[in-house]
């Protein structure tokens, strides 16, 4: 070693230590304890020492300068004496790292991404070497660990989660991976106590649960914000009907001991029961009372008891029950368009029906309730909803021609008693332009040549000016696009409804009757009829147990025309309508198309004199000739979103509501000084939503969703 690199230091090495407990990746040339004093030594030449000592090569990166101090005041191994070297280091901002079987000296910027040593399980090296360690966890949540952890890391170090195989990836010094190892095993348990079953002998496992549950969450003391009750450390309490059991699981074995007191406090007789049984009253949750009361009814007939010692009533299915609004089986739309009448109380059996509260009352004996209870607990489901987006594409272009040359000549002198007049008159496609008509106009003042391009040859009889000749030539093109999106929300296996258009007035019927002084008419009168004009949309999805929905659809676009021929003005406007009404199974999200139209349509239309039309280029004077060119294309597609839970419901509420309010926002009018109205109508923030608007795409264009959210619709989604 150059003393020059070492001033002032005294240097004993034994070139060789004891392997030291942790393995270390180098074989030390003897086991002999060493004494190193390097004081304020340049870097370089401490790390060739070592080098030396570990018979290991070690690899300096260029940025790595300075000096550095490693001193020992008594004897010890190289082992130990390699981890001082190592803590020096890191002192000064850099790291030892191993790749590829090479020990290097980096920044420890750059450690992280430079190391090649990758553990897994318990952590094999000491020191403050960067390593990357993979811990895999049994019971806890990868993600809740991270911000317990990231505080423990060196700032240029990383720490990520993967909850795929439920693991950490983590790469910092070794030192500092060993106390996070022991943090990792202490967290690492099981989140409370095992699923506790608590078989209920007289109460109900579906009425006892939020009790147990409100009581328990009472006792856990002041909720913490952002954890839901009931959560990971909490109390969770869950009802099975099939065997009126209580699940429960604590946060530790005496709270779960404290639960079930309570619940065996609580499960005892009845004391409303008499000789024949006893009255219920459930409330409903999601399930409509009028229609799950003739169902349960129905699933109960058989098993109704007649009066005597059962003391309960014949469970026959009431003749006066409230019936399905609009049952299942009823064709598209018998519904009504109205909102239903408010349904009365159900009368007849042991269960009976209460629409204004949406509650059931339940006569009958316990054992019988126990199982009529099960059954409820098992409709009163929440039902998912469905949001169909229909998207009405039609896209029509025309082309149209129309060349033709007409002419009129009078041939004869001035005071001839016999003349010849002699021309040509065709009268356009667009019906104007004939050369008679436009003659005739002029005479009294007024002249329609018509559309295009018209070169004449004036001539005066008798002081008249008029058209001798002209040449016409035109040609036209016209272009529509319509995008429509109706949609529209409903339940699963509920018929809705969604009409945008206008209300049209259609004569049926009138009557004139004569009579009076002068055959006058008396007492004229018409009979009118309303129909709705425009988009249509009706349906009825259910959804399947795979995401399938499956759907009956009625979608109708009409219109008025606006060129009503003539002799139909008197019997009303004629309308143009196109619906499509069939049975489709689409995927939650896919987009179907439903059908559509594809129509070219060529019209020509030739005038010309016979034979003399015929005749090549002179035949031009003696014929016109148009012609016309339309296609159409007309495409439906459907888009189901289904939102099984509210969250999915408000997300996807929330982005149809930022949609509308940011088209709003983007749309107001540019301020003015002259007109004192510089604001136009924007919705109000939704709650919750405090980032800002991205901007949107224009209305009608579908674009990929929920988001969600999107979503679903996305559907949405995406937005559509």
């Known amino acids: 070693m150059n003393p020059r690199h070492l001033p002032g230091c005294l240097v004993a090495l034994a070139l060789a230590v004891a392997v030291p407990t942790q393995a270390q990746n180098f074989a030390p040339r003897s086991r002999a304890p060493v004494t190193v004093n390097f004081v304020n030594a340049d870097i370089d030449g401490v790390t060739r020492a070592f080098a030396a000592m570990i018979n290991r090569a070690i690899v300096i990166d260029p940025r790595v300068k300075g000096s550095i101090t490693v001193y020992s005041e008594q004897p010890q191994t190289v082992g130990e004496a390699w981890l001082s070297y190592q803590s020096a280091l890191r002192g000064l901002g850099f790291a030892v790292v191993e790749s590829g079987g090479l020990l290097k000296v980096v920044p420890e910027a750059d450690a992280k991404l430079q190391t090649g040593t990758v553990s897994i399980g318990a952590v094999g090296v000491r020191g403050d070497q960067v390593i990357t360690q993979i811990f895999t966890l049994r019971f806890e949540n990868p993600n809740n660990l991270v911000p317990v952890l990231r505080p423990l890391i060196s700032a240029n170090n990383t720490i990520n989660a993967n909850p795929a195989s439920n693991s950490l990836v983590i790469t ?123 169902v349960v009814r129905a699933a109960f007939g058989a098993f109704g008891s007649t009066s005597g010692g059962g003391g309960g009533t014949q469970a026959t299915p009431s003749p006066q029950a409230a019936a399905p609004a609009t049952p299942a089986n009823a064709p598209l739309g018998s519904g009504g368009g109205g909102l239903a009448t408010a349904a009365q109380p159900s009368t007849g059996g042991f269960i009976q029906a209460d629409p204004a509260t949406n509650s059931l009352i339940i006569t009958a004996p316990e054992p ?131 009409v945008v258009g206008e209300n049209v007035p259609f004569i049926t019927g009138q009557f004139t009757g004569a009579g009076g002084t002068g055959g006058a008419t008396t007492n004229p009168f018409q009979t009118i009829e309303r129909k709705d004009v425009g988009i249509t949309l009706r349906i009825r999805p259910q959804i399947g147990e795979g995401g399938a929905v499956r759907m009956t659809i009625f979608q109708e676009q009409s219109s008025v025309k606006q060129d009503t021929a003539a002799g139909t003005t008197n019997a009303g406007p004629s309308t143009t309508k196109r619906s499509i009404e069939n049975t489709v199974v689409v995927d939650d999200g896919a987009i179907l198309v439903l059908g559509g139209l594809i129509e070219d349509r060529f019209i020509t239309n030739k005038s010309k004199v016979p034979l003399l039309g015929d005749i090549p280029w002179l035949g031009a004077l003696f014929r016109s000739e148009s012609r016309e060119r339309r296609r159409t294309n007309l495409m439906v597609f459907l888009r189901p979103i289904v939102m099984r839970d509210a969250d999915a419901a408000n997300r996807f509420s929330a982005d149809r509501y930022d949609q509308i309010r940011g088209q709003q926002q983007s ?51 995406s937005r559509p």
């Not at 459930?282 to 399930?287: E, G, I, R, T």
């Not at 104007?432 to 018509?450: D, L």
């Not at 107001?668 to 795409?697: D, F």
């Open 667 to 717: 749309t107001q009018p540019t301020p003015s000084v002259v007109l004192p109205i510089n604001e136009s109508p924007v919705l109000p923030p939704r709650p919750g939503a405090s980032a800002p608007l991205a901007p949107l795409p224009p209305t009608g264009t579908p674009t990929a969703e929920p988001a969600a959210p999107a979503a679903p619709v996305e559907a949405p989604a």
């Open 368 to 498: 019988l309730y126990k199982q009529v209870r099960a059954l409820i607990d098992q409709l009163d489901t929440r039902r998912a909803q469905v949001y169909i987006e229909s998207m009405i594409v039609e896209v029509a272009g025309g082309d149209a021609a129309d060349f033709g040359f007409q002419w009129q000549g009078l041939l004869g002198k001035s005071g001839d008693k016999t003349g010849l007049a002699v021309g040509t008159n065709f009268t356009p496609a667009g019906g104007q332009g004939n050369i008679i008509g436009i003659n005739t106009g002029a005479v009294q003042g007024q002249i329609n040549v018509g559309e295009g391009l018209n070169l004449g040859i004036l001539r005066a009889y008798n002081g008249v000016t008029t058209l001798a000749a002209i040449a016409r030539a035109l040609q036209s093109q016209a272009e529509t696009n319509i995008v429509s999106t109706p949609n529209l929300i409903t339940l699963d296996n509920e018929e809705a409804k969604i």
């Open 172 to 294: 910092d010094y070794a030192d500092n991976l060993q106390r996070i190892a022991k943090i990792i095993a202490a967290l690492d348990n099981p989140a409370g106590t095992g699923v506790d079953v608590v078989p209920l002998q007289h109460a109900v496992a579906a009425d006892l649960a939020p009790l147990v549950q409100r009581l328990s969450d009472a006792g856990a003391g002041a909720p913490v914000p952002g954890v839901a009750p009931g959560g990971a450390g909490g109390t969770t309490v869950v009802a099975d009907s099939r065997s009126n059991s209580l699940l429960i699981r604590a946060a530790n074995p005496s709270r779960l001991a404290l639960v079930r007191a309570t619940i065996a406090q609580l499960d005892r007789p009845s004391t409303l029961l008499g000789a024949g049984g006893g009255m219920w009253v459930v409330h409903l949750k999601n399930a409509d009372a009028a229609r799950l009361a003739t």
